[in-house]
């Protein structure tokens, strides 16, 4: 078992994406922040070693000491302070700058020449310093060669912020591109997923193969799975109607010969032959008429309650026309009721069909939408049922009452598709009516 949560496909992808961009962008800002700093370095290294070899070259010997010919150094070299300095030192006399004024710079002895340092300068300047050691006639000169870094320095830090704000803009541009093409790129997921809604709700028969080839394979299985069980469904369902249509007629025929040899047989062995041959008949009702309301309808359609209950109210009404059947409907138009069509007409057929065997002359009927699912409630003036007597009535088979047609299947089967879907059954007396009232709640 993972130890993972799982997570929405596009927040994987969001994520990914969002730390290879973030790793990505950093890695750039240093490298950008980094190559001005080396290459500025190393272009004023190499102006350094340029000077640093114009200076030798202007080293002349005047008698016991050296000097330098003014004309050899630049006049940034003169100016006190002025950022550029150099120091020398020929044969143990060292040569100083004048920019260097009295300051002395604190040269370092190089494992190796040429080679670079940093220094502090006059007025703490942040000297890069170019050190080498050059020989000239037989003398060998070591020489120190310094520009200030802090103007420089100064900039780069600036252009680092500047490119630091740019990188941002960028970064959020970047991101709000990528959350787009990730959109734009799940969509196609997304649309499957509208359609497996509309499928589940029965608005559709088969979902939208029109989609990338990535996603086809698992379309068409659903399709071809949706298919299969709509398939065996139906055959199911036209079998069982068959099979009562088929019975009808041995019934019958085992009816007449059982009329005609009632007076052969013993009393009591002819009544229970015609107490089952009666059950079988109306057992085969009940199933040629869920048949005929069930009707061609697929297996996947939902119940659409304010165009099918009325339907179903009109047939009892030609079935009952001695009673009369009442009902309000409080719902969108339109609204449906999440659950299979058959399966509403079953049970409701069977809530009605009850309702009318013990009916006086009303049956009401009531639908609503609330915020906790569906409520149904159908209500009848017959004599109704003991209280001690309600919770009976949903089991398989009971009877309270023998005098009655039914079969006693009704009611139970009615609690097995609340139950299917997870609903509620309640049993009580109607209060307006008088007789037995069945509340139905389905989620």
């Given at each position: 078992?993972?130890?993972?949560?799982?997570?929405?496909?596009?927040?994987?992808?969001?994520?990914?994406?969002?730390?290879?961009?973030?790793?990505?962008?950093?890695?750039?800002?240093?490298?950008?922040?980094?190559?001005?700093?080396?290459?500025?370095?190393?272009?004023?290294?190499?102006?350094?070693?340029?000077?640093?070899?114009?200076?030798?070259?202007?080293?002349?010997?005047?008698?016991?000491?050296?000097?330098?010919?003014?004309?050899?150094?630049?006049?940034?070299?003169?100016?006190?302070?002025?950022?550029?300095?150099?120091?020398?030192?020929?044969?143990?006399?060292?040569?100083?700058?004048r920019s260097l004024w009295d300051f002395e710079l604190q040269s370092r002895k190089l494992e190796s020449f040429p080679g670079t340092y940093h220094a502090?300068?006059?007025?703490?300047?942040?000297?890069?310093?170019?050190?080498?050691?050059?020989?000239?006639?037989?003398?060998?000169?070591?020489?120190?060669?310094?520009?200030?870094?802090?103007a420089l320095e100064e900039r780069i830090e600036t252009f680092r912020w500047r490119f630091a704000v740019l990188t941002l803009i960028m970064l959020g541009m970047m991101l709000v591109g990528q959350r787009l093409i990730v959109r734009a790129s799940l969509c196609p997921l997304d649309r499957v997923r509208q359609d497996c809604r509309r499928l589940q709700e029965g608005e559709i028969d088969r979902l939208d193969e029109a989609v990338p080839p990535e996603l086809r394979p698992m379309v068409e299985e659903i399709n071809h799975l949706q298919d299969t069980m709509q398939r065996r469904l139906s055959r199911s369902r036209k079998a069982l109607g068959n099979l009562a249509h088929a019975l009808k007629t041995p019934i019958t025929l085992i009816d007449q010969v059982l009329q005609r040899s009632r007076d052969t047989l013993p009393a009591e062995t002819a009544e229970r032959l015609a107490e089952g041959v009666s059950r079988m008949r109306r057992i085969t009702d009940r199933e040629l008429r869920q048949a005929r309301m069930a009707g061609?309808?697929?297996?996947?359609?939902?119940?659409?309650?304010?165009?099918?209950?009325?339907?179903?109210?009109?047939?009892?009404?030609?079935?009952?026309?001695?009673?009369?059947?009442?009902?309000?409907?409080d719902c969108p138009a339109g609204a449906l009721l999440r659950a299979d069509r058959e399966d509403m007409y079953e049970l409701v057929g069977n809530l009605l069909d009850n309702a009318a065997k013990w009916a006086a002359s009303h049956i009401d009927v009531a639908v609503s939408q609330e915020d906790d699912g569906w409520h149904l409630t159908i209500a009848d003036d017959g004599p109704g049922v003991p209280t001690d007597s309600l919770q009976a009535l949903a089991q398989r088979g009971t009877r309270l009452d023998e005098s009655?047609?039914?079969?006693?299947?009704?009611?139970?089967?009615?609690?097995?598709?609340?139950?299917?879907?997870?609903?509620?059954?309640?049993?009580?007396?109607?209060?307006?009516?008088?007789?037995?009232?069945?509340?139905?709640?389905?989620?």
């Open positions: 078992m993972s130890r993972f949560k799982p997570r929405h496909i596009q927040t994987r992808l969001t994520f990914w994406l969002l730390t290879s961009v973030l790793v990505l962008v950093a890695l750039f800002w240093l490298v950008a922040a980094r190559a001005p700093v080396v290459l500025t370095k190393n272009y004023i290294a190499d102006l350094l070693a340029h000077d640093a070899e114009v200076l030798v070259l202007g080293v002349e010997q005047t008698g016991d000491a050296p000097r330098l010919d003014p004309a050899y150094a630049t006049p940034l070299y003169e100016r006190p302070y002025s950022g550029y300095y150099y120091q020398l030192d020929v044969a143990g006399t060292e040569l100083r700058s502090t300068g006059p007025a703490e300047q942040h000297l890069l310093v170019y050190a080498d050691r050059i020989q000239k006639d037989d003398t060998w000169i070591e020489v120190h060669v310094a520009a200030d870094l802090s061609e309808a697929r297996g996947s359609q939902r119940f659409e309650v304010a165009r099918e209950l009325p339907r179903l109210l009109g047939m009892f009404r030609h079935l009952h026309p001695e009673k009369t059947f009442t009902h309000r409907v009655r047609d039914g079969h006693g299947l009704g009611l139970a089967i009615v609690r097995e598709i609340v139950e299917l879907y997870a609903g509620e059954l309640t049993f009580a007396r109607s209060a307006a009516l008088g007789g037995l009232e069945v509340r139905v709640r389905l989620p």
